[in-house]
């Protein structure tokens, strides 16, 4: 539990509004709290008393978190509100990166910059106005990067609501083009090489065996299937959300290549949302896929969602060529044999497999952990999905058949390892 001072107040009515003022900033953060849940929050603090520090925090949470995702935020926001030390230097600091000498060394933590958005937000109507207007400061931002290009590789966890707002309609403009597959049947094309013996027949028996020229077939292209397998547990829950505006996105685009879309998530089960995603409006979309996914931001059973796919799907959608996109920081459960054994079954289905990976954003990052051990010899890219350029960088490691990312590499220090 954060530190915070004792929110014990000298007026009897200054707890209740602290309390309202402290929810509008959560509300501002991100978390969906409404006026019955402020009511509950004064309630409950009313009946477990605010003497004790740690009883105030968890009654607060308890009235105020709903997902395990929220409780970052609720944390940031929390030692912020109540009356954290310099917690005004510290959320201009955050929100000001650009200007060297305002911000700290200390780079922030996930859900800060969203919580010191909110709560800015509340505190800037309360300074006193100037009397003479500030001077003005020049800044020189030709060397400096735009908004737009920071945030392409800025990560998906460390963003704001307005960033994420922002990112989502950069997502929304993203294509994911794909080459055609060669196939052995022919179209007619007056320019193709090959020459076509029945059609040119057929003209010459309408002309009384006289052939007077020659017809041509070329190659039909066929465009293959794009399965996206995409892990929406607790611990990718951040990187979920972002990456299936961008899976929506793919899916209704015209004209970009694939001959359909499926999509599926997994939790602690396998969940078909192909016919969610079918609808034009990305929020509708992926509120309907919410609601038929009641395992989200839940447990991770990769091994067993795997098993199911491979059972009762795999000979649907990966028939003709498909590339499966698999998102997943492989932090698994199950049996590292069991979930072996179903991911080499789905490469071995799968046209290419490519694994797209948030974990692989550190620098650091090792495969130690047995899921991830168990899955990575059986893919044929290995990448990292953190940020918008990671996911731009998508389409040149599906176009390019070699392109292996990070698998070789990897692969190499856990032969070392042995």
Not at 118 to 139: D, F, K, T
Not at 174 to 197: E, F, Q
Not at 304 to 318: G, I, P, Q
Not at 364 to 382: E, Q, Y
Request: proline share 6%; with cysteine; glycine share 8%.
């Amino acid at each position: 539990m954060p530190g915070a001072a004792s929110p014990m107040p000298h007026d009897p009515g200054a707890l209740p509004r602290n309390i309202a003022h402290f929810a509008r900033a959560l509300r501002r953060a991100g978390l969906p709290i409404g006026p019955g849940r402020v009511v509950d929050a004064v309630r409950a603090v009313e009946a477990a008393g605010f003497t004790s520090r740690g009883d105030f925090y968890h009654t607060l949470m308890a009235c105020f978190v709903s997902r395990p995702e929220h409780r970052a935020v609720f944390a940031q926001v929390f030692r912020l509100f109540w009356r954290d030390p310099q917690f005004l230097e510290h959320m201009m600091s955050l929100l000001l990166p650009a200007v060297r000498g305002v911000q700290e060394d200390k780079a922030a933590e996930a859900a800060e910059r969203r919580a010191a958005e909110a709560l800015l937000g509340e505190s800037l109507p309360l300074l006193p106005q100037a009397e003479e207007p500030p001077p003005e400061i020049e800044i020189d931002a030709r060397a400096t990067a735009s908004g737009e290009e920071r945030l392409r590789t800025l990560d998906f966890e460390l963003m704001s609501n307005d960033e994420i707002a922002e990112a989502k309609r950069m997502l929304a403009r993203l294509d994911l083009p794909v080459k055609p597959l060669a196939t052995r049947r022919g179209a007619p094309d007056a320019r193709g090489r090959l020459i076509d013996a029945r059609a040119s027949l057929r003209a010459a028996l309408r002309r009384g065996g006289e052939m007077q020229r020659l017809s041509y077939r070329a190659p039909r292209p066929r465009w293959p299937n794009l399965v996206v397998l995409c892990d929406i547990s607790g611990s990718m829950s951040s990187y979920s959300r972002l990456v299936l505006h961008f899976v929506h996105a793919v899916a209704n685009r015209k004209g970009q290549g694939w001959a359909r879309v499926h999509a599926f998530t997994f939790g602690t089960r396998l969940t078909n949302i192909t016919r969610h995603l079918a609808r034009r409006d990305v929020d509708a979309a992926l509120k309907a896929a919410g609601a038929e996914a009641q395992d989200w931001s839940g447990g991770t059973r990769i091994g067993s969602s795997l098993h199911v796919f491979n059972r009762d799907w795999s000979r649907r959608v990966l028939g003709q060529g498909a590339v499966v996109l698999l998102i997943s920081d492989g932090l698994d459960r199950d049996d590292p044999a069991a979930l072996s054994r179903e991911m080499q079954r789905l490469h071995l289905s799968a046209r290419r497999l490519i694994w797209l990976n948030p974990l692989l954003r550190w620098d650091g990052f090792a495969p130690k952990a047995a899921g991830i051990r168990a899955m990575l010899p059986h893919v044929d890219c290995f990448r990292a999905a953190h940020s918008i350029a990671s996911l731009e960088d998508l389409g040149a490691a599906i176009t390019a058949a070699g392109d292996a990312g990070e698998r070789d590499r990897l692969l190499a220090a856990m032969a070392d390892a042995r």
